[in-house]
């Protein structure tokens, strides 16, 4: 990770970087580390309720439904399919069993994937790629 640097706001504040691991997943500010970043289960407040940060920067797209995806999602149903191909149960009990797995294992891990995401990309700057002349 490369070494943290102070960043200035408009006021002319300075902000220490914090490590996007340490504010991402908790959903606090990646600029202060104690406001809110979201508004509600996955979307984003318009700025910081402590620091005034602008989160008009946060574009995370679909990368947290991919990491889920590949890392969550894929074994929940490895379980279903070999619960269904070794024992065969009824109907009801992938209900009991599979569909809660299924549905803990996609949305628990959204918001704090969304978090690192969103923190990553303050602490970085990282934006859209631009050609240079």
């Known amino acids: 990770m490369p070494e943290p640097c102070d960043t200035t706001d408009?006021?002319?504040k300075t902000w220490p970087k914090i490590d996007p691991l340490k504010?991402?997943?908790?959903g606090r500010c990646p600029r202060c580390g104690e406001g809110r970043m979201f508004a509600s289960y996955l979307?984003?407040?318009e700025?910081?309720?402590v620091c005034g940060l602008d989160y008009g920067f946060a574009d995370p797209a679909d990368g947290p439904a991919?990491?889920?995806?590949c890392f969550t999602?894929?074994?929940a149903v490895v379980f279903a399919l070999?619960?269904?191909v070794y024992l065969s149960p009824p109907a009801w009990v992938h209900l009991l069993t599979s569909l809660p797995l299924i549905l803990i294992?996609?949305?628990?891990?959204?918001?704090?994937l969304k978090g690192w995401l969103v923190a990553s990309q303050f602490f970085f700057k990282a934006r859209e790629a631009r050609l240079v002349p």
């Open 105 to 112: 294992f996609c949305l628990l891990p959204l918001r704090p």
């Open 43 to 45: 979307k984003l407040r």
């Open 73 to 75: 999602c894929v074994p």
């Open 10 to 12: 408009a006021n002319g």
């Open 23 to 26: 504010t991402g997943p908790y």
């Open 82 to 84: 070999l619960l269904e």
């Open 47 to 49: 700025n910081c309720d």
């Open 66 to 69: 991919f990491f889920v995806l």
